[in-house]
C-alpha cells in the first residue's frame, strides 16, 4: 500500500474519532450545560428531560421541555411560555444561535405543544430592522394548543388539537400590520376552537377545521363585532361601516399564503349570512394604496343572506337568497383602481327576494345576472322614505330580460353594448320632482353605451308630472339602435335612436282644466296616427271663470283622426321635425271666451314670430283640416249669454308651416281657409306671412256671399243687443295687409233691405224708438255696384291677439260702408238722437208725476204729436249729416 494512501487513511480515522469525540462531548456539554448557557445568554429559560444533537447535521431531539421568558414583561422579543412534549430540529443553525442569537431551522416538530406566545412590538419602521427573528422554513405541530398574544397582552390568536403542516411560515406581527398576519406557501391543517382578533374591533371564530389531500373544510366561521354599534360610532366617529358575518360551512383546496397575496380554488361559502351597519360616515381616501394581491378561482356562494342597516337602524337592503359563482376572482392593485375593483372570467349570480328601502325602494322576487346576459322577475318599485324634491315610482314589472355583447370599463371610462332588453307587463305611475333645475354635469363614466333593441310589451303607465297625468294603455314599444356617448365638448351626454315604434290604446292625460285622450295612438319616426281625439274641459264655464285670473280660452275638442308622414328626430340633441304631410279629419273645436276677468297683460305675438320662437327645425309641406267645425263663443259683463260664431264644413290647407330653422327651404306659409260660415253662406279666406321676416309682415283676404243678416244674430244679440231683422249680405271682400302695429286694406260689402232691432238689456222687449233711430242711419241698400271703402289706420293693442286686430278692420269696414265717411259725426249725431229720446221719455214721466195728483194725464195725441216733432227734427240732423 502505498504511503499517502494510509496517510490518508490516518487521517480520515483521526478526524472521525475526532468528530465522534466532539459530537459526544457536546451532548454531554448540552445535556449538563446548555440549559445555563440559554439562561445567561438568551431571554429564555429552558429545561427538558432528554436531549440528542448531531454536531454534524445540525439534528436536535428534545423531550418532555419547558419553556418561560426570563422577562414576561419585555415587549422586544419573543415572549414563550409553555411545555413540548416532543421537539424534532432538523439543520439547526447552531452557530447563528451561538454568535448571532438567531434561531433558525428548516424544520421543526412540535408534538403536543402547549404554549403561550407574545409577539415582539413591532419593527422599527424607519430603520426597517426587525428585534428578534425566529425563523423556520418548516413547521409540524400535532395536539398542539396555541395561544400567541400581541405585545399588548391582548389574545391575537388562539387555536387547540392543532395539527398542522406548513412550509416557508411567516408570522411576526409586522405582517399582520403591513400584509398578512400569517405566509406560508404549503399546508395541512387541522384543528378546533380557532379565535384571531385582527384589531380592537372584530374578531374571527372557527368551530372546526379539517384538512384531506389539500381541501379545507371550515365549520362556522363568524366575524363578530367586539363593540356594540353605538359604541363603534363613539369609539370610530370617522369609520362607515361595521361588519358582522357568519358561514356555517366553507370548503375550499390549494390555499396559498406568501407574503401578500392569497389564493385558493373551489371554494363553497354556504349559507353565509352578512349584516352591514351604516354610520352615515362618508368614507376617506386611502393615503397608501391597497397591497394585496387575491386570486379566487371557482367560488361558489351559496344561499347567502346579506342585510345593510341604515344609520338609524332601519334596512337599506336585504336579500334572503343569493348565489354566486365566479371563476378565477381577481383582485390586486392594478384592478384596485379601475372602477369595479375585481376582475373575473365569468360569473353567475341569482337572487331571490331582494329589497333595497330608501327614497326610491324596489323589491325583485327573482334576479339572475351573467356577464352576457340577464333576468329579472317580478321587480316592485314603489316609494320610500319622503324626500323634497325628488320624483317616485310606484312600478309593477313581470319580467325584464337582456342579452349583452360587451361590458367593460377602459381607464375608468364604461363601454357597454347591449344585444336586446325586453321590459314586459310594467303597469303602475311615474312622479316627476319640482326640484331645482339641475347643473350642467360632464359625462360621468360613460364612454359609450348601446342598446341594439329595447322592447316595451302589454304594459300601462302613468308618468305624472307636476299633477299632470299622461297615461299609457296597453302600451307596446319597439326601439332599435339607443346611442348614448359624451359630447364633444364633454357637457353632458347626446343621445341618438335610430328607430322605434310605439302603439298605445286608451291614451290620456289630465292637465288643470282638460282631460285629453285617444282611442289609438301609433308613432314611429316616419309616421303619426292618431284615432278618436278628444281634449274636455274638467270644468264648467262658470267655474273657468272664477279659476282664471286673466282672459283665457277654453277649448272642447274632438277630432277623428290625425294622421302624418315624414321624418323627425325627437330624441337626440339635434332634434327636427320635418313632415311632408298632416291630416286631421272631423275635428269638432269649441272655442269659449269671457270678457268677464281681467284683461291679459302679456304682449301677444304674431303667429309668425311665434313659429320662428320654436327651438328646433320644424317643417310640414302640407296641413289638411277636412270636414271640420269650429264654433268661438264670447261673452262680456253686459251680455245675455254668450255671443256666437259658428264655422261648419271647415277644410284648411296650409302650406310650408316651418320654424325657418332649416337652411335652404322656403319659409313663406300660405294658408287656404273654405268652410260654411254660420252654416248659411260660404266663407274663404287666403292667409300668408313669412316666418323669416322679423317685421312680422302678413296679408290676409276672403270673401263670402249670400248671407242673410239675421244668420250673425247668436254672435250679436247676446252682448250687442241688437237683432238684423231683414235684409242679405249678398258679397263681402276684403284684403288687408299689416304687422304687429297694425293693419290696412280695402273692404267691400255688398247689401240689400239691411234692418235691424234694438232690444232691451234681456233681449226680450223691442226698443221702438231706438229702432227707428238706427235704421235711419244704417244703409239698407249698397246698390249693384258698391265701391270699396278704405281701411285705414287700425292700429293693433299688443295684449290682443292676431284675430283682434283682423276683427277691427272688419268693425271699421262696416261702419264705413254701412253708416258713411263721416263715422264720428253720424255718430255724435246718433248719440245725440239716442239722449234726446232719454231726455223726452224722461219730460214725458215727470209729466205724468205731476199730474197724478191732479188725475190729470197727457192724451195720447199729444204724445204722438211729440214724437213726430223728434223724429223730424232727427230726419232734418240725418240729411244735414250726409250733405256734409
Not at 414 to 429: A, W
Not at 461 to 487: C, R, S, W
Not at 688 to 715: E, R
Not at 747 to 757: E, G, R, S, V, Y
Request: net charge positive; aromatic share 8%; proline share 5%.
Amino acid at each position: 500500500m502505498r504511503k499517502w494512501v494510509k496517510k490518508l487513511l490516518i487521517s480520515f480515522g483521526i478526524l472521525l474519532l475526532i468528530l465522534l469525540a466532539a459530537n459526544f462531548g457536546l451532548n454531554v456539554w448540552l445535556k449538563t450545560q446548555l440549559p445555563d448557557y440559554i439562561r445567561k445568554n438568551t431571554d429564555y429559560k429552558v429545561s427538558y428531560k432528554t436531549l440528542d444533537v448531531d454536531l454534524g447535521s445540525g439534528n436536535i431531539f428534545a423531550a418532555g421541555i419547558t419553556v418561560n421568558a426570563k422577562d414576561p414583561q419585555n415587549t422586544n422579543i419573543i415572549g414563550l411560555q409553555g411545555t413540548i412534549d416532543t421537539l424534532k430540529i432538523s439543520r439547526f443553525g447552531i452557530f447563528d444561535a451561538i454568535f448571532n442569537k438567531r434561531i433558525s431551522s428548516t424544520d421543526l416538530l412540535l408534538a403536543k405543544p402547549n404554549l403561550n406566545i407574545s409577539l415582539a412590538q413591532p419593527a422599527d419602521r424607519k430603520t426597517g430592522k426587525k428585534k428578534n427573528p425566529v425563523l423556520f422554513e418548516n413547521i409540524r405541530i400535532n395536539k398542539g394548543t396555541i395561544n400567541i398574544f400581541k405585545y399588548t397582552k391582548q389574545k391575537f390568536l388562539s387555536v387547540r388539537q392543532l395539527d398542522l403542516f406548513v412550509e416557508n411560515l411567516q408570522m411576526t406581527e409586522d405582517l399582520v400590520e403591513d400584509k398578512l398576519p400569517v405566509a406560508f406557501d404549503r399546508y395541512n391543517i387541522k384543528g378546533k376552537d380557532f379565535f384571531f382578533r385582527p384589531n380592537n374591533v372584530y374578531a374571527i371564530t372557527i368551530n372546526e377545521i379539517n384538512t384531506t389531500e389539500a381541501q379545507m373544510s371550515v365549520k362556522n366561521l363568524k366575524l363578530i363585532p367586539l363593540l356594540s354599534f353605538e359604541q363603534f360610532k363613539r369609539f370610530y366617529p370617522q369609520k362607515p361601516k361595521l361588519f358582522e358575518l357568519s358561514i356555517p360551512q366553507m370548503d375550499f383546496k390549494d390555499v396559498v399564503l406568501s407574503k401578500n397575496k392569497i389564493s385558493l380554488t373551489h371554494a363553497d361559502f354556504q349559507n353565509p349570512v352578512l349584516t352591514v351597519y351604516n354610520t352615515g360616515v362618508k368614507p376617506k381616501k386611502a393615503d397608501k394604496k391597497l397591497n394585496f394581491e387575491v386570486n379566487l378561482e371557482n367560488i361558489k356562494l351559496i344561499n347567502a343572506g346579506v342585510q345593510i342597516n341604515k344609520p338609524d337602524g332601519s334596512t337599506l337592503l336585504s336579500a334572503k337568497t343569493l348565489n354566486l359563482k365566479v371563476n378565477q376572482l381577481k383582485f390586486d392593485k392594478v384592478t384596485a383602481e379601475e372602477v369595479i375593483p375585481v376582475g373575473y372570467e365569468d360569473f353567475q349570480f341569482s337572487g331571490k327576494d331582494i329589497e333595497y328601502s330608501n327614497h326610491q325602494s324596489f323589491k325583485a322576487e327573482n334576479i339572475a345576472l351573467t356577464p352576457k346576459s340577464g333576468e329579472i322577475r317580478n321587480l316592485t318599485l314603489f316609494p320610500g322614505a319622503p324626500a323634497a324634491g325628488k320624483g317616485s315610482m310606484d312600478l309593477k314589472n313581470g319580467h325584464i330580460a337582456f342579452n349583452i355583447n360587451q361590458f367593460e370599463f377602459v381607464d375608468k371610462k364604461l363601454n357597454l353594448d347591449i344585444k336586446d332588453l325586453l321590459v314586459e307587463n310594467v303597469s303602475g305611475t311615474i312622479k316627476t320632482g319640482a326640484g331645482a333645475p339641475k347643473k350642467k354635469s360632464g359625462p360621468g363614466i360613460i364612454n359609450s353605451v348601446i342598446v341594439r333593441k329595447m322592447s316595451l310589451k302589454n304594459s300601462d303607465l302613468v308618468y305624472d308630472k307636476g299633477m299632470q297625468p299622461l297615461a299609457f294603455h296597453d302600451l307596446n314599444a319597439t326601439v332599435n339602435t339607443i346611442e348614448i356617448a359624451p359630447k364633444p365638448n364633454n357637457e353632458g351626454l347626446s343621445f341618438k335612436v335610430k328607430d322605434y315604434f310605439l302603439t298605445t290604446r286608451n291614451f290620456a292625460y289630465k292637465t288643470q282644466f282638460y282631460h285629453l285622450n285617444a282611442g289609438l295612438l301609433k308613432l314611429n319616426k316616419n309616421k303619426v296616427q292618431i284615432n278618436d281625439f278628444a281634449m274636455k274641459p274638467l270644468v264648467s264655464r262658470a267655474q273657468f271663470i272664477k279659476m282664471i285670473p286673466v282672459e283665457r280660452d277654453l277649448y272642447d275638442i274632438k277630432v277623428s283622426q290625425i294622421t302624418a308622414g315624414g321624418n323627425w328626430d325627437l330624441f337626440s340633441n339635434n332634434k327636427s321635425i320635418n313632415a311632408s304631410n298632416v291630416t286631421v279629419l272631423n275635428a269638432d273645436a269649441n272655442i269659449f271666451r269671457s270678457k268677464i276677468p281681467n284683461d291679459d297683460p302679456k304682449v301677444k305675438p304674431l303667429y309668425s314670430r311665434l313659429l320662428r320662437s320654436i327651438k328646433i327645425p320644424l317643417t310640414v309641406n302640407n296641413l289638411d283640416l277636412k270636414n271640420s267645425v269650429l264654433i268661438y263663443e264670447e261673452d262680456t259683463p253686459e251680455s245675455a249669454g254668450p255671443g256666437k260664431l259658428t264655422f261648419s264644413n271647415f277644410n284648411m290647407n296650409v302650406k310650408n308651416l316651418n320654424s325657418a330653422k332649416t337652411k335652404g327651404k322656403p319659409t313663406k306659409v300660405d294658408i287656404r281657409i273654405n268652410c260654411s260660415f254660420m252654416n248659411l253662406a260660404p266663407l274663404s279666406v287666403n292667409w300668408n306671412f313669412d316666418v323669416a321676416d322679423h317685421n312680422d309682415g302678413f296679408a290676409i283676404s276672403g270673401k263670402t256671399s249670400n248671407l242673410p243678416a239675421n244668420g250673425i244674430n247668436p254672435f250679436i244679440r247676446p252682448y250687442l243687443h241688437v237683432t238684423a231683422t231683414s235684409g242679405t249680405i249678398q258679397e263681402m271682400l276684403f284684403n288687408f295687409k299689416g304687422n304687429p302695429s297694425g293693419l290696412h286694406g280695402t273692404f267691400n260689402l255688398k247689401h240689400k233691405d239691411l234692418k235691424i232691432a234694438v232690444l232691451d238689456k234681456h233681449n226680450h222687449e223691442k226698443k221702438g224708438m231706438l229702432t227707428a233711430v238706427a235704421n235711419l242711419f244704417i244703409r239698407s241698400d249698397s246698390g249693384r255696384f258698391p265701391e270699396a271703402v278704405a281701411v285705414e289706420n287700425v292700429e293693433r293693442d299688443p295684449t290682443k291677439s292676431f284675430f283682434n286686430l283682423f276683427w277691427k278692420g272688419i268693425e271699421q269696414g262696416l261702419k264705413k260702408t254701412l253708416i258713411g265717411k263721416n263715422i264720428d259725426k253720424t255718430e255724435k249725431t246718433v248719440k245725440s238722437a239716442v239722449s234726446s229720446v232719454k231726455d223726452a221719455k224722461q219730460t214725458v214721466k215727470d209729466i205724468k208725476q205731476e199730474l197724478k195728483g191732479n188725475k190729470e194725464a197727457p192724451k195720447p195725441e199729444e204724445e204722438k204729436k211729440e214724437k213726430k216733432g223728434f223724429l223730424k227734427n232727427v230726419f232734418r240732423k240725418k240729411e244735414k249729416t250726409e250733405t256734409e
